[in-house]
Each structure stands twice: as C-alpha cells, then as structure tokens.
T-cell receptor
Framework: QQPVQSPQAVILREGEDAVINCSSS?????VHWYRQKHGEAPVFLMI?????EQKGHDKISASFNEKKQQSSLYLTASQLSYSGTYFC?????????????FGKGTLLTVNP | DTGVSQDPRHKITKRGQNVTFRCDPI?????LYWYRQTLGQGPEFLTY????????KSRLLSDRFSAERPKGSFSTLEIQRTEQGDSAMYLC??????????????FGPGTRLTVL
C-alpha cells in the first residue's frame, strides 16, 4: 500500500517552518525520507526505525508515531536550498525489509 | 554525487526497439535495487538483488523486462520491444546490508527513457 503524503504542495518564505506528513494503512517497520530536485536523483535525508528515536540534523528532523503509523518531517527556518519534492518511503512490518514503497511526494517551494 | 552511477543518462528510442541500462553501485554495497519513476509520482520498486541473486521482482516487471547482476557488482536492466508506456525515469539504488547504515538506499541520477 502506497503511503499518503500531505500536503501535496507547500510554499514558504525563507525562514518559515513546514511539516510534511506520511501515513500508512499498514504497520510500519521503517520510514525513509528523501528530497529530490527536478531532474536529479532522490537524496537520502534520514531513516526512522520502529522503536527508534526521533532523528534530525541541522534544521531538519523527523518523528515516527507507531500508534498512528505515521511519520512527520519538520523543516525549520527554511532555506532556499530546501526547495524540492520530498518523498517518504516505507517498509512494512512482516514484509521484505528492503523494498521501499514511496508516496506521491510533497512539493516544497521556498521563496526569498 | 551519491557514488551510484547510471549510464546512459538519457535514451530516446523508437517503439519496438530494445534498450539496456547500466548501474554501478557504491563499490562495497551488496544490495542493488531498480525503481521506475514517472512524472508526479514517487519511485516504484521493480526488482532487487543481493549480491548476484535476484530475490524479488515486482508485478510491474513484465516479461519484456530483465535484470542481471552477473558478478554482484554492476547491474543491467533490459527492456525488449519497448512501448510508449515504458517512458519513465529508471532509478538504481544500492545499500550495504549489515553495515552501520543498513537499510539506507542511495540513488543514482537515473536514466530517462523516452519511447517515440
């Protein structure tokens, strides 16, 4: 089952914050977050494992709510370089722990 | 640059022709994945190798598609008798099982296929 991402798109001014959500109808083992700029490869941001801790680096962090089968990506004090499409990829509990199922993405635009 | 390379970066072909793409993963990575991405969508899993063994193929991978990883290093994806619906970005990713960042998949730049 493909995870559902929300919102589909968001426009920010530089310095503003954003939250991107990723929800699954199936029990999750892990959630992987990627950012992809137009015409480029998806770039790995972070992975959250079931039972693991909230992760983050610089001004980007993420959480994993096992009860809700949901992950949220937090971008604070956004920079122009944060623009791109954000994808969550999910691995499901009991499934093959290697195949990622990606959402449709959230297009983030940061304007000056 | 993630260290995963793909060749060619762009391929334009006529319907019915065969095409082959190559992926070179990060050198010590033992897992290799192929995904397909169309406009406005996230990557869709196609197939997966652990070393030279192909362990899973998606139902998306019809009989016209074949993938190999003969020596557990680089991989090729061949599409026979291409159709317009095959037009997409084909992404390769690799990961190291058992390493400190197990499960982290690093993507290559992709091969954009256009079938006329």
């Amino acid at each position: 089952q493909q995870p559902v991402q929300s919102p589909q798109a968001v426009i920010l001014r530089e310095g503003e914050d954003a939250v991107i959500n990723c929800s699954s109808s199936k029990a999750l083992y892990s959630v992987h977050w990627y950012r992809q700029k137009h015409g480029e490869a998806p770039v790995f941001l972070m992975i959250l494992l079931k039972g693991g801790e909230q992760k983050g680096h610089d001004k980007i962090s993420a959480s994993f709510n096992e009860k809700k089968q949901q992950s949220s990506l937090y971008l604070t004090a956004s920079q122009l370089s944060y623009s791109g499409t954000y994808f969550c990829g999910t691995e499901h509990s009991g499934g093959s722990n290697y195949k990622l199922t990606f959402g449709k993405g959230t297009l983030l635009t940061v304007n000056p | 640059d993630t260290g995963v390379s793909q060749d060619p970066r762009h391929k334009i072909t006529k319907r019915g022709q065969n095409v082959t793409f190559r992926c070179d993963p990060i050198s010590e990575h033992n897992r290799l994945y192929w995904y397909r991405q169309t406009l406005g969508q996230g990557p869709e899993f196609l197939t997966y190798f652990q070393n030279e063994a192909q362990l899973e193929k998606s139902r998306l991978l019809s009989d016209r598609f074949s993938a190999e990883r003969p020596k557990g290093s680089f991989s090729t994806l061949e599409i026979q008798r291409t159709e317009q619906g095959d037009s997409a970005m084909y992404l390769c990713a690799s990961s190291l099982a058992g390493g400190p960042d197990t499960d982290t998949q690093y993507f290559g730049p992709g091969t954009r296929l256009t079938v006329l």
